[in-house]
């Protein structure tokens, strides 16, 4: 079972960019994007059931972070508008089989994959 994530790179402030999470054979349950700022400890961005309707994000990225699914072939999509440089940060794609409820969907322990990290740098 492999999450493949990538996607990063340097980014203007107001630009865009989508970050992929690729599972390797049948999807998960749960996704999850979190994030690890320079200095700072890794935090929750969004979580989401991958048959389910309702999206979790953290209020510093709702309305500007969405994400999406493509069934074909089992990735899922971080997509990221109004970038800001308070946005810089490693970002990891975690999943899980169990479909997680609302309230257990910002916990990382509650997550059994990873991926290995991409960078997004927001600077002019």
């Known amino acids: 079972v492999q999450l493949q994530a990538c996607g990063g790179g340097l980014v203007q402030p107001g630009g865009s960019l989508r970050l992929p999470c690729a599972a390797s054979?049948?999807?998960?349950?749960?996704y999850g994007w979190f994030r690890q700022a320079p200095g700072k400890e890794r935090e929750f961005v969004t979580g989401f059931r991958w048959s389910g309707t309702t999206t979790t994000y953290a209020d510093s990225v709702k309305g500007r972070f969405t994400i999406s699914r493509d069934r074909a072939d089992n990735t899922a999509y971080l997509q990221m508008n109004r970038l800001s440089p308070e946005d810089t940060a490693v970002y990891y794609c975690a999943a899980t089989s169990r479909s997680l409820i609302l309230s257990t969907r910002a916990r990382e322990n509650a997550y059994d994959y990873w991926g290995q990290g991409t960078e997004l740098t927001v600077s002019s």
């Open positions: 054979g049948r999807p998960f349950g749960t």
